[in-house]
């Protein structure tokens, strides 16, 4: 192996798109780049109120090219010559109608403004009635159609959101000639080719989201599809029974492409992956630790060696599927469709008065200005923290529930709602904050609940992701609701870094995927014990967190 070999990884988030270029030999990074969608930053096209979320191409396509050209910027020539690959994650499940020559709906004139034609992001659940009809439409079937993807389909997911679609646009029916992930996408971009027939589709996206499986051959037949809708017959026969480990390339980078973005022509492209499963390798996943990517949501990512869990079908989480983490290992996926977002929330609702009257209102000499009003708002979860971790325990504080975007596992229903019960007028924001991370701690610690009552052990959890890294308070309340220790990757870009690691292998440089993990991984920085002196009180706490959820699910059922 060269010690001038680089490459690139590429992680697409909710709101951003990060680079990185990195030293091959040693997982060192070079350089770093982000770039926030801009049509998304304004809010088009989405519409919170119906849980509409969607993405423009253009935005993904502006931030591979600024931030890769951000990247090499000034970099000495020798570098730029020997980058060597390029691999990209994504968000998932994060669809899009395509052409027959793999042209998004709305990168044409016809469909330039129509959000139908866009990228259905990940958090999108306008296709929950959709999800509920593939349910049922399942139990038709001798076959278990849904037994590797925890019995339940979730409107988060590629064929619940084609469906969707399908029926509410006329105009992306007749024009579209495949449904394409975000992560088999862009490899396919870059590579150049025209026909949409011949995307080389992940088994990362393809196994988790819809549902192909070695055991079906491929996707479930034909007529599982035709008999749910008709509809459904045109993109069934554009799909390859054939998927692609990320480890592997999809070809070289195009002269036009190479130009663009200034690197190499000689560039191998990998099979692209979501992020969290690159996420695990880049934070060095180890068989039976659940990886927890954590930021907006969180994506759980636990690997296990496939003769071990032959025979087992985990119910309610979102995938068993061979080799979609990492090669010869079954990668099993669960998750939160809000975590973040929900420290987000109760701080946007703090904020209210400093966004809409603080700003309009004379102070001193004038009104403040939106910086001055941004710094303000930074502070309140940084304050938030520090005086929730300081209050007493107490058993009489509210209970909340994590289901601010639905439930993604166990037992996926994106329908629930969230709710908290026992606020009183002595509950402070602090106090409220405090029951909210306590909602995301137990919300985690049922995923765990559920592997275990499944038969699949769980030794510790790996903890990546923004929350992780700079929250101290969380992750020592998740230890504690855990009972169990929590390691904190030191990268603090491990999806991007896993992606530059599937580049390395797909590339040449490393054999195979475990070797590069183990040249390039950055190790851990801190672990997080659990406080014996909480680990009872927790242990009540979610108790009740288990029994108001029944209530309410009861009640929105």
């Not at 554009?238 to 592997?248: G, I, N, R």
């Not at 938030?384 to 007493?392: M, Y």
């Not at 190790?523 to 014990?529: A, K, P």
Request: charged share 20%.
């Amino acid at each position: 192996m060269s010690k001038t070999s680089y490459v690139i990884g590429v992680d697409y988030g909710t709101d951003s798109v990060r680079s990185i270029l990195v030293d091959a030999s040693n997982g060192s990074i070079v350089q770093s780049a982000v770039h926030y969608y801009e049509r998304w930053s304004k809010g088009l096209y989405c519409n919170p109120a119906i849980n509409q979320y969607r993405q423009h191409p253009q935005d993904y396509i502006d931030g591979l090219s600024i931030t890769i050209k951000a990247c090499i910027k000034n970099l000495d020539k020798a570098i730029v010559e020997n980058i060597v690959g390029l691999s990209i994650d994504t968000t998932g499940s994060t669809p899009i109608a395509v052409n027959q020559e793999g042209i998004p709906l709305s990168l044409t004139a016809k469909h330039a403004e129509n959000p139908n034609a866009m990228f259905v992001l990940w958090k999108d659940h306008t296709a929950a009635a959709e999800a509920k009809e593939i349910n049922e439409h399942a139990k038709k079937y001798t076959t278990n159609y849904l037994e590797f993807v925890g019995g339940i389909y979730s409107s988060e997911w590629y064929w619940a959101k084609l469906l969707h679609i399908l029926r509410i646009d006329k105009t992306v029916e007749e024009d579209i000639y495949t449904w394409v992930e975000h992560c088999d996408w862009i490899p396919y971009l870059l590579t150049g080719e025209k026909q949409a027939s011949k995307i080389k589709r992940g088994v990362c996206s393809a196994g988790h989201k819809a549902l192909w499986a070695e055991k079906f051959g491929g996707y479930p037949p034909s007529t599982f599809f035709s008999e749910l809708d008709p509809k459904l017959e045109k993109v069934v026969s554009s799909l390859s029974k054939e998927t692609f480990s990320a480890a592997v390339s999809v070809g070289t980078i195009t002269a036009q492409w190479a130009a663009e973005l200034g690197i190499p022509v000689t560039t191998t492209i990998g099979v692209g992956a979501f992020d969290a499963h690159m996420g695990a390798v880049g934070g060095q996943i180890e068989p039976y630790y659940l990886s927890k990517v954590m930021g907006t949501s969180t994506c759980d990512i636990l690997v296990a060696p496939t003769k071990e869990i032959e025979g087992k079908l985990i119910k309610g989480i979102c995938g068993q599927v061979n080799g979609s983490v990492l090669p010869g290992m079954v990668g099993l996926e669960a998750g939160q469709s809000g975590f973040g977002d929900i420290y987000a929330w109760f701080k946007n609702i703090l904020a209210w008065p400093l966004q809409n009257i603080v700003l309009n209102t004379k102070i001193g000499n004038g009104s403040m200005d939106e910086t001055e009003v941004d710094a303000l708002e930074e502070k309140i979860l940084v304050q938030l923290n520090e005086t929730a971790n300081a209050l007493p325990l107490n058993s009489n504080d509210p209970i909340a529930l994590d289901w601010m975007n639905g439930r993604r596992t166990p037992d996926a229903n994106q329908l629930l709602k969230g709710a908290i019960e026992g606020i009183s007028l002595a509950t402070s924001a602090p106090i409220l904050y405090k029951s909210l991370v306590e909602a995301t701690c137990f919300g985690a610690k049922a995923i765990v609940d559920r592997f275990i009552e499944e038969g699949i052990p769980i030794k510790g959890i790996i903890g990546l992701g923004g929350v992780a890294k700079k929250s101290p308070f969380i992750m020592q309340m998740m230890s504690d609701v855990m009972d169990m220790p929590i390691k904190i990757h030191k990268s603090e870009q491990t999806c991007a870094l896993g992606a530059a690691m599937f580049a390395a292998t797909a590339a040449g440089v490393y054999d195979k995927v475990e070797d590069a993990m183990k040249a390039m991984g950055q190790g851990f920085e801190i672990t997080y014990q659990p406080n014996k002196e909480r680990v009872n009180y927790y242990k009540e706490r979610y108790l009740k967190y288990i029994e108001f959820g029944k209530f309410i699910e009861q009640k929105t059922n």
